[in-house]
Nanobody, 124 residues
Framework: QVQLVESGGGLVQAGGSLRLSCAAS????????MGWFRQAPGKEREFVAA????????YYADSVKGRFTVSRDNAKNTVGLQMNSLKPEDTAVYYC?????????????????WGQGTQVTVSS
């Protein structure tokens, strides 16, 4: 069984920074891509960022490109999301997810395991 646990969410002022972390347990992690999604109230869950199994390929939603950075440490089974220059529209529950494949994808259907989410609130 794979478990994903996010942490690092909180309340921050616009322009501030937060770093999210996702801890994964289970045997299959280092050979699969990982992703971050978010869901704001009343909206569908949307793609934020993804990273390949090796970390050499990264993919970002246009809305966060240049502000967010995804990373991973396969030795520690963790995935990180550094969020800078936060905006009120970044407010959402952020989810970590495991891809079924080693290549990055922005499609929710490509991911099979999800964390419980961590709340990020950006005040104006």
């Amino acid at each position: 069984q794979v478990q994903l646990v996010e942490s690092g969410g909180g309340l921050v002022q616009a322009g501030g920074s937060l770093r999210l972390s996702c801890a994964a347990s289970g045997r299959t992690f280092s050979n699969l891509a990982m992703g971050w999604f978010r869901q704001a109230p009343g909206k569908e869950r949307e793609f934020v960022a993804a990273i390949s199994w090796s970390g050499s390929s990264k993919y970002y939603a246009d809305s966060v490109k240049g502000r967010f950075t995804v990373s991973r440490d396969n030795a520690k089974n963790t995935v990180g999301l550094q969020m800078n220059s936060l905006k009120p529209e970044d407010t959402a529950v952020y989810y970590c997810a495991r891809d079924r494949d080693s290549f990055v994808s922005s499609s929710r259907e490509a991911y099979d395991y999800w964390g419980q989410g961590t709340q990020v609130t950006v005040s104006s």
